[in-house]
């Protein structure tokens, strides 16, 4: 009888905690067919993740007046869509607080099973020391003191800074939808920004302190197109190169004439560098190293010297092509948008215009 009680105390026990489970998975903000195909642990995690995003965010979601819950929901959906790549929340230690179910087309690795993880798990190992830096507060904005006014310096509660990087992230998609993927990572453009707060504590002495601290990045993931440029439409505005390894450039397409006022064989021998402006050179660099240490690079914006004078500005998507006999890197591929027309055409900057 003993036996019997304990084993019907213990399934009463199992029956009311698999309710109180079952209720806080229909909680979260998860389609229905989701969440009640959650296990114990993945209810913990994602409920655990949820508090923490409330944290980053105490006040939700901005209210747009006039719009119903389901239209928000609506337009929320369709903006991500129109984004064309996914949205992270990453907290200090660089847990996952939130992962828009959208990275499934890209990284074909589900939103629950992202979420409440670590970004380490899933990017490249030569890319964690960046991504420690880009979880790193950087110092505030506003802390100035005014001794002729106040005694004590200005604090500011909370401030936002900028955050654009590239990472190598895992893809498991099948190869005919990953795009480009080197030993099963693919590079994604991040771009958003690092929220950091000021918290107040007491210290042992009973004095008032203070410090600084991230409570989340903030980010939108991009892919980059894919190296199968056959595929790509070269629309009025484009032009495509070829380069080595160094930026020197091996050939042009002729739409660069028309764009640029240059002759293909013109620039042919010539480096990528010898034609940008002086004042761009340091993103180009940057961009360049880039390249070759993750094999895919969005450029910044930057300006490219004009036949008999002037600019237009730029902004470049390139990849570097591995030989398919040895998988060495063989040259770079480059689709350039031109989103400007010809500037200062008055001024000349260098002999070769």
């Not at 099973?113 to 030569?126: F, V, W």
């Not at 929220?195 to 991009?222: I, T």
Request: hydrophobic fraction near 35%.
């Amino acid at each position: 009888k003993m036996k019997e009680k304990s084993k019907t105390a213990a399934r009463c026990r199992r029956e009311k905690e698999n309710s109180e489970f079952s209720k806080l998975a229909k909680m979260l903000p998860l389609p229905v067919a989701i969440s009640t195909q959650l296990d114990k642990a993945s209810i913990i995690r994602l409920t655990a993740s949820y508090l923490k995003m409330r944290h980053v965010l105490p006040e939700g979601m901005i209210y747009v007046g006039g719009i119903r819950a389901q239209e928000r929901d609506f337009i929320a959906s369709h903006l991500l869509q129109c984004l064309d790549g996914f949205i992270f929340v990453l907290g200090a230690d660089g847990k996952i607080i939130y992962m828009s179910e959208t990275a499934s087309m890209h990284l074909g690795l589900s939103q629950v099973e992202l979420t409440g993880n670590s970004i380490y798990e899933y990017i490249h190992p030569g890319d964690h020391d960046e991504m420690k830096a880009v979880l790193t507060a950087p110092p505030p904005p506003c802390v100035v003191s005014y001794p002729l006014l106040l005694p004590y310096p200005q604090i500011c509660p909370e401030y936002e800074v900028e955050r654009c990087f590239f990472t190598r992230m895992k893809c498991v998609l099948a190869k005919r939808n990953a795009g480009l993927t080197s030993g099963g990572y693919k590079v994604i453009h991040c771009t958003g920004y690092i929220k950091v707060r000021y918290f107040m504590f007491e210290q042992y002495d009973g004095s008032g302190g203070g410090c600084y601290h991230n409570v989340g990045v903030l980010a939108l993931g991009q892919s980059l197109p894919a190296t199968s440029f056959t595929d790509v439409k070269l629309y009025s505005n484009m032009f495509m190169f070829r380069a080595s390894l160094d930026l020197k450039l091996i050939f042009l397409d002729q739409q660069v004439s028309r764009l640029l006022g240059f002759e293909p064989q013109d620039l042919i021998e010539k480096t990528l560098y010898q034609y940008v402006h002086a004042a761009d050179l340091t993103h180009l660099k940057e961009s360049h190293q880039k390249l070759l240490n993750k094999g895919q690079v969005r450029t910044k914006y930057y300006r490219f010297l004009t036949r008999h004078g002037g600019w237009v500005w730029l902004q470049s998507y390139i990849t570097i092509v591995h030989n398919s006999r040895s998988s060495r890197p063989h040259c770079i591929v480059s689709i350039n948008h031109v989103i400007s027309n010809v500037e200062k055409q008055d001024i000349v900057m260098s002999q070769l215009q």
